[in-house]
């Protein structure tokens, strides 16, 4: 194999994901500049081979045997050049490879956390789109950065935004920031009557006014967990007080996020509600490349207003929210166990097994099931996952019933 050293070689992980077709979306935009080293997808089979025609990796990935056993038979059909593998451990493998330089994490859920440590143990450019990893493996995936020499760069449009505003001498981050100003847009129930709640469907869950998503980013979205989320990373990302952080609505998502400094002025990052702007600003950092994302008619922007999330009765319409302080007060592990319970109850919901209203609930009543002792190592985060699991299995059974 040879390389063209002038480029530099981009894995992605999750590359059929909507963050995935967003990073291959900007990679084409400069050919010159990036060269996608390898694919990773889980299911996705004819995607995959779709990206493979157009970009050529050395290698594609599939989670499993028997997607990865169909990916080979298509690959060898249409005779190209590509080594495929499947497998967990093959994604870890890819992550840390010796010829890739930026690894795009972009697998949804707990999954996502070990190719995130292997890509940050081998001192990678590590751009995180992967909440969990953070969100699960919290101050153990920090070590691990620290020490392999990894550079960690946000992909989420709310911290990648905070971090554009954030001085780049990170020394100064403590004696200068007052607090960091999460925005929300609210989702797509952010006026609905709350009585109405109970009979949202999948569809409209998925219906995001600003933002295309991934259905369970989309369904977090709408019920604010995706900002519980990112509170949690946030406290993790830029080591602040939880006092430091606070969220507010902005139902036309241009700006994404805030930061307030202590002589009382604010820096904010604007743009449109495209990803591949946060996604550009990783793979280029610290320039900025032509992305794709239209830019901002300040002309014809009607408005840009907020709310207090204490309005307007969103408590009632967001209590997943408050969660975010209570798991990141309570013993090391439990923010693992609100991520685990809320992948479960998600997909109970767009199974149509629980209600949309019910979400919290097995949220919550998983965390009052589940005391994880402190997690010391990548087995006890998955161990930690695992029980969290199979205990919001049970109560998503129990809101079956009700």
Not at 81 to 93: D, K, R
Not at 237 to 266: G, K
Request: hydrophobic fraction near 45%; proline fraction near 4%.
């Amino acid at each position: 194999m040879t390389y063209l050293m002038n480029k530099q070689r981009i894995a992605i992980l999750g590359s059929t994901g909507s963050i995935g077709t967003n990073t291959l979306d900007v990679i084409a935009r400069h050919p010159d500049r990036f060269e996608v080293f390898a694919l990773t997808a889980s299911t996705q089979v004819d995607l995959m081979l779709t990206q493979i025609i157009q970009f050529k990796p050395k290698f594609a990935v599939m989670a499993s045997i028997e997607h990865g056993k169909e990916l080979a038979r298509l690959a060898k059909v249409n005779s190209l050049s590509v080594v495929v593998l499947y497998g967990s451990l093959a994604i870890e493998n890819i992550a840390k490879h010796e010829f890739v330089d930026v690894v795009m994490a972009a697998i949804v859920g707990a999954a996502g956390l070990a190719p995130c440590l292997a890509a940050a143990s081998a001192g990678k450019r590590l751009l995180l789109a992967n909440k969990e990893a953070l969100v699960v493996g919290a101050e153990l995936f920090l070590d691990v950065v620290k020490s392999g020499g990894a550079t960690l760069l946000p992909i989420d449009s709310e911290h990648s935004a905070i971090f554009q505003c954030l001085p780049s001498d990170r020394s100064t981050w403590a004696s200068s920031v007052e607090k960091i100003i999460l925005t929300a847009s609210g989702g797509p129930f952010r006026t609905r009557d709350i009585s109405s709640l109970s009979a949202v469907t999948p569809t409209e869950a998925c219906s995001h006014p600003n933002w295309v998503m991934g259905r369970k980013i989309s369904v977090d979205s709408a019920t604010m967990m995706n900002k519980a989320l990112e509170v949690i990373e946030a406290k993790y990302l830029f080591d602040v007080e939880l006092n430091q952080i606070e969220v507010v609505i902005h139902p036309q998502s241009v700006i994404h996020s805030m930061v307030q400094f202590r002589d009382a002025s604010v820096l904010a990052q604007l743009g449109t509600p495209d990803m591949r702007g946060p996604i550009a600003y990783g793979l280029s950092w610290p320039n900025r490349i032509e992305n794709g994302a239209s830019a901002i008619d300040f002309k014809n922007l009607s408005a840009m207003t907020f709310e207090a999330i204490d309005s307007n009765s969103h408590p009632e319409r967001f209590p997943g929210l408050a969660l975010a302080w209570e798991v990141l007060r309570a013993p090391a592990g439990t923010t693992a166990v609100l991520n685990a319970a809320n992948e479960i109850a998600v997909q109970a919901f767009l199974d149509e097994r629980i209600r949309f209203d019910q979400i919290h609930g097995v949220n919550q009543s998983t965390l009052s099931a589940v005391l994880p002792a402190k997690p010391m190592n990548l087995g006890d985060l998955l161990d930690i996952d695992s029980q969290s699991r199979e205990a919001a299995l049970v109560q998503v059974k129990r809101f079956e019933k009700l």
